[in-house]
């Protein structure tokens, strides 16, 4: 049915990794888009799908392989070894990757050469400042120490972005709780150690259900319109040539 589809839809977009259609016309040398963290290339394979010219960097060997395996140019390292050449891509992404870095600035000026002139980046991080984050505190699922090197929030994301010469500068809040389930397994594994309960909350944001996803949308849905989703998605871009 029609319009219940379109409420699936709806409940379901959670705003966490948008596929964008490439601008390019068909006669033209298809746009090219660099995933930064890209693991087996299951985000580029959507985009090449849609007509983009497709690249990954993966610092793990063995997703990198699995990505190449699908077809796809990957490079196994980090950006900053990649050592790719400047201004040639239209589109660079990544999906939770910036947490982990050891220096955000540096991996956004990097980012920043790669991109041609007018070229988008889009990202996303976990909101240090979200309602989730404030609740649980230590517990907080995305607070993930020590892996996470960073953490931010709108107002870090805009300053660090603006002066690493990005313009056009967009938030959109998460719509999704599915990092609230996990915060509640660490809560119930501190007070009950070896809880299997605990064990599937805190392995439940890599293996969601459905159901959860739709019961828990409306709450979500309503947190992420007053500014308080658990993760941001951004998108900025590089300066035109006339600005640069």
Known sequence: MPGLRRLYYWLTDDRTQPVPQPAAAQS?????????????????????AVGWSVCGVEL??????????AGLLVITGTLESASLPAQSFDLVAAWMVLEHTPDP?????EIHRVLKPG???????????????????SAWYSLDLPR??????????????????YEQI?????????????SLGVL???AFPGSRLAA?????????????????APVAIILAWCGQGPGLTISARRPAANQV
């Open 170 to 182: 967009h938030i959109e809040h998460h719509r999704t709780l599915i990092g609230a389930w996990g």
């Open 60 to 69: 793990c060997a063995a997703p990198a392989d699995a990505a190449r395996r």
């Open 105 to 109: 600035v540096q991996t956004l000026t």
């Open 188 to 190: 119930l594994n501190r």
């Open 28 to 48: 033209q040398p298809p746009q090219a888009v660099l995933e930064l963290g890209c693991a087996a290339g299951s985000w580029l394979l959507k985009l090449q």
């Open 119 to 137: 070229g988008r980046l889009l990202f996303s991080v976990p909101n240090a400042a979200s309602l989730e984050a404030r609740l649980f505190s």
């Open 148 to 165: 996470h090197l960073q953490h931010f929030d709108p107002q870090s994301i805009l300053r660090i972005l603006r002066d690493t010469g």
């Open 200 to 216: 599937w909350l805190q392995r439940y944001p890599e293996q969601p259900r459905l159901i959860l996803q739709l019961l828990s």
